[in-house]
Nanobody
C-alpha cells in the first residue's frame, strides 16, 4: 500500500511560479511510475506530467517548457515545478503512483492562477 500527500498549492498571479510536492510513504519499492494530473471545474482529469521508474519524463503539450517534473528518491518525494503560470492552469492537482496493484491518488492540492 502506498500513501501520497500533496502540498504546495495556492493562489498565484499570472506569470508566477509554484512548486508542488508529493510525499510518498508505504510500499515505495512497488512504485513503477509517478505523475501529476489536474482537474479543472467541469472538466475531466488530465495528465500533466509523468516520470517513469527509469527517469523518463512525459508532459502534456499545454505545459511543455513551463512545468518540470522531478523526484528526490532519498526523500521519497515527487515535485512539479511550474513557471509562467496561466489562468487556464487553475485546477486541483493530484499526485499519482502506479504499482502492481494499480494506481494510488493523493487528496489533491488547489492551484489558482488569477490576478
Amino acid at each position: 500500500q502506498v500513501q501520497l500527500e500533496e502540498s504546495g498549492g495556492g493562489l498565484v498571479q499570472p506569470g508566477g511560479s509554484l512548486r508542488l510536492s508529493c510525499a510518498a510513504s508505504g510500499s515505495i519499492s512497488s512504485i513503477n511510475n509517478m505523475g501529476w494530473y489536474r482537474q479543472a471545474p467541469g472538466k475531466q482529469r488530465e495528465l500533466v506530467a509523468r516520470i517513469t521508474y527509469s527517469g523518463r519524463t512525459t508532459y502534456a503539450d499545454s505545459v511543455k517548457g513551463r512545468f518540470t517534473i522531478s523526484r528526490d528518491l532519498a526523500k521519497n518525494t515527487l515535485y512539479l515545478q511550474m513557471i509562467s503560470l496561466k489562468p487556464e492552469d487553475t485546477a486541483v492537482y493530484y499526485c499519482n503512483a502506479v504499482g502492481p496493484s494499480g494506481p494510488t491518488w493523493g487528496q489533491g492540492t488547489q492551484v489558482t492562477v488569477s490576478s
